[in-house]
């Protein structure tokens, strides 16, 4: 059996990754995900996951809407991501919990961070909603905000993009992706792959990150078992 690199992660999924080509979520593209998050959890690590909503709302795209009610449809737009991943892990007997930041008893648990340490430590798949309950933050702050909360090893970070490059890779074809970065270059260089709250907020508690692409879901394993994937960020 292999050996996990780290006891307990959160996994930020993003939503877009999510998404299928003609509807809201790729539902056979969520098992792979799924399938492959039960193998981190066959082995031993506690998981833990927080995801993003952008397959069916952001924030932005209510332009000239009252951004705190932007964000808002946008935390319920997580929800919906939320559920989905539950019923999939559900189906191959993974037992898991949704939680949320904003409370909504008839889905899901109230957030409460002993109670979710509680699920994590009987080999529940813990999986956040709403972000953390607040407009302007993203759930890229979200998850480095779970993951202190948690005492979790890393923060595994899989997003459309498989790492931080010099520049946006699909603007500048000369952009190069980096391995290994600090916080604080982030943000002296203004690299948009990872969120700026996010980044100061890891910086300041020690969060280590690592930002891989989800386009294959086995990176998920891949980074589980502490191989060289994507870009890290703060360094061990």
Known sequence: MDKPAYKRVLIKLSGEALAAKDGIIDFDYVEEVCKVIKKCV?????????VGGGNIWR?????GMDRTRADHMGM??????????????????VPTRVMTAVDMERFAEPYIRNRAISHLDK???????????????????????RAAEINADI??????????????????????????????????K?????????????MENHI?????????????????????????????
């Open 76 to 93: 319920l737009a997580t929800v919906i991501n939320c559920l989905a991943l539950q019923d999939v892990f559900e189906h191959m007997g």
């Open 59 to 63: 924030g932005r795209q209510g332009s």
């Open 208 to 236: 280590p990150i690592l930002l891989f692409g989800l386009d294959k879901p086995e990176n998920i394993y891949k980074a589980v078992l502490g191989e060289k994937i994507g870009t890290i960020v703060g360094g061990k």
């Open 190 to 202: 203004g690299l948009a792959a990872l969120d700026f709250t996010a980044t100061s907020f890891s």
């Open 155 to 188: 923060a595994l970070l899989a997003k459309n993009v498989d790492g931080v490059y010099t520049a946006d890779p699909k603007k500048d074809p000369t952009a190069k992706k980096i391995p290994q970065i600090e916080y604080i270059d982030i943000l002296n």
């Open 123 to 145: 080999g529940i798949v813990v999986i956040f909603g709403c972000g953390i309950g607040s407009p302007f933050f993203s759930t890229d702050t979200a998850a480095v905000l």
């Open 42 to 50: 066959d082995i031993g690590t506690q998981v833990s996951i927080v």
